[in-house]
């Protein structure tokens, strides 16, 4: 499918990248592959099954490190290649379990020493992955300066393996390519629930309003149009948050990736009047309060996070729109209160305000939009709004199809939720 598709290319004033070999269809895939090496989330290392990624509560443990956690026997197995030496680093580390990017190193590393192993069938190798050492600060350097002592603490008596890795790629160098170059794993409602390194991937440039976009089930990483791509065009995703300031997209791509973004986007500061709408000392107010509120939703403090958001979002009411990006999160955080709390009529009146803006800044087929209409599609149905439900799933629907296709459990959940709609609407 790779080489039918696209084509690794020199991009002028990007260096390496990825362009089509054909015209390519809105919601046709591109390409789609599993990772070379990845890792769960900290945060999900008790809910998330190693091997596929299922999430449960009952998950079964591994006897030996008491950290990796399998939905059933089979995926133990198959996991197992990958988790056997890491078993013994975990082991040795209990209860500490060291951060996400030392975890996917270590695999890498273990997967470079194993003589069967290789990425030769990828257009773009570890050992050409960009580690950007020279155009980092001091500050970040000695950051990752920590992260090694931290992996060569985990790897203990592995470490004198690693003088057989191929030249270039130390644990140092290693780390800092992955920082550049992993992708986080996100399930189907976009949480990030794990990291990956998908060699070939790492080629696609950044635009902040790309022509691609990539979708996950399980580890498996799917690349798709979400516009008509000519030949010869470059294919591009998105590394940032498109519900950020020019100014803060380019200050983040700068410090995460050592690149200024020159996108049509940033150069004409597109939304960002929109996005910091209404009176500067009030959403100031209110983006300093978001992180607490944050540290709320982590630790499921319902109560205490719906409160403190409603009593903001009265307070501003009058001072700043729904639109501007700081109450847009708000919103965002106290629908997630108001489920937890099943105080769904609340949750829907929030949800409905949260979706005009999302309309706003996702105006392409855009898996955030759809996955938002999804939501407030299931408070309409659960609330029996069905003719409203109807709306939703099938805006949720059209935009799934190209964005994450047709067989996608989640495109199969918002098709069964219509059925079901269509179907209650019937006997009314």
């Known amino acids: 499918m790779m080489a039918v598709n696209m084509e690794r290319f020199v991009s002028e004033a990007k260096g390496n990248g990825l362009r089509a070999l054909r015209e390519i269809k809105a919601g046709e895939v591109i390409h789609s592959c599993e990772p070379y090496a990845f890792c769960i989330a900290k945060d999900f290392l008790k809910t998330t099954c190693q091997s596929c990624l299922k999430r449960g509560e009952s998950l079964s443990r591994c006897s030996q490190c008491k950290t990796a956690r ?33 975890r996917l190193v270590t695999r890498i590393i273990f997967k470079l020493l194993s003589q069967s192993e290789s990425d030769q069938e990828e257009l773009h190798s570890i050992a050409e992955h960009q580690s950007h050492l020279a155009d980092m600060s001091e500050e970040k350097k000695e950051g990752l300066g ?58 696609l440039n950044h635009d902040c309003q790309p022509n691609c976009v990539m979708i996950f089930e399980g580890k498996r990483l799917t690349l798709r149009a979400v516009r008509l791509i000519r030949p010869c065009e470059e294919l591009t995703i998105s590394y940032t948050d498109i519900l950020a300031t020019s100014k803060e997209r380019r200050s983040h791509l700068q410090e995460q990736y050592h690149f200024l973004c020159q996108c049509t986007r940033c150069s004409t500061e597109d939304k960002d009047c929109d996005m910091l709408a209404g009176e500067k000392t009030a959403w100031t107010s209110l983006r300093e309060a ?16 719906l409160k403190e958001s409603q009593a903001l979002l009265h307070r501003y009411a009058d001072a700043i729109p729904d639109r501007n990006i700081y109450v847009l999160r708000l919103l965002d955080l106290a629908i997630d209160a108001c489920i937890s709390l099943d105080d769904y009529e609340t949750a829907l009146e929030y949800g409905n305000r949260a979706l005009e803006s999302y309309k706003l800044y996702y105006s392409d087929p855009h898996p955030s939009r759809a996955v938002e209409l999804l939501r407030v599609g299931k408070l309409q149905h659960y609330l029996g709004r069905l003719e409203e439900a109807q709306g939703s ?15 996608h459990a989640l495109t199969n959940e918002v098709r069964r939720k219509l059925s079901e709609c269509q179907a209650e609407l019937g006997r009314v």
Request: proline share 7%; net charge negative; charged share 20%.
């Open 70 to 102: 399998y939905c059933s026997v089979q995926c133990q197995k198959q996991a197992w290649p990958d988790h056997k030496r890491e078993c013994k680093c975990l082991k040795r580390l209990q209860p500490r379990i060291p951060t996400d990017s030392v």
């Open 146 to 203: 920590h992260l090694c002592t931290t992996l060569q603490v985990y790897l203990g008596e592995e470490n004198h393996d690693l003088s057989q890795l191929p030249p270039g790629l130390d644990p140092i160098s290693l780390l800092a390519r992955v920082t550049c170059n992993c992708f986080s794993i996100s399930d189907g409602e976009l949480q990030d629930v794990g990291v990956g390194l998908y060699p070939s991937m790492s080629l």
């Open 290 to 305: 978001i992180p607490h509120l944050e540290q709320l939703q982590s630790e499921q403090r319902w109560e205490e996070l």
């Open 393 to 407: 799933f099938t805006q949720a629907y059209d935009i799934m199809k190209v964005t994450h296709g047709t067989a």
